[in-house]
Nanobody
Framework: QVQLVESGGGSVQAGGSLRLSCAAS????????MGWFRQAPGKEREVVAN???????EYTDSVKGRFTSSLDNAVNTLYLRMNSLQPEDTAMYYC????????????????????WGQGTQVTVSS
């Protein structure tokens, strides 16, 4: 059974840091694209970062230099380290995978992600 469970969200002040975790089970995460997405109230869900099966991360422009995504194969867990958080980073954060489809190149668009976690809330106050 494929399952993704996020944790690590919380409330911080602007400039603070958080590390989100996404524990994957039922499949081997490093064989597929793994992504972090977020949805703020009243806005569409957007991609934050992803990692392809070769371990290459990509980030949306607004988080480059502040967020780092990594995958620990030993524990089959995806992480998102978030530094210099800003109020505009406030959102529900989700992890997702393209399992069972393997992508040979860069990770695809959001609609190609098949399994999603339940989300973890990040709130940044000014």
């Amino acid at each position: 059974q494929v399952q993704l469970v996020e944790s690590g969200g919380g409330s911080v002040q602007a400039g603070g840091s958080l590390r989100l975790s996404c524990a994957a089970s039922g499949f081997t995460a490093n064989m597929y694209c793994m992504g972090w997405f977020r949805q703020a109230p009243g806005k569409e869900r957007e991609v934050v970062a992803n990692i392809d099966r070769f371990g290459r991360p990509e980030y949306t422009d607004s988080v480059k230099g502040r967020f780092t995504s990594s995958l620990d194969n030993a524990v089959n867990t995806l992480y998102l380290r978030m530094n210099s958080l800003q109020p505009e980073d406030t959102a529900m954060y989700y992890c997702a995978t393209t399992y069972p489809r393997i992508w040979g190149g860069r990770c695809p668009r959001q609609s190609e992600y098949n399994y999603w976690g339940q989300g973890t809330q990040v709130t940044v106050s000014s």
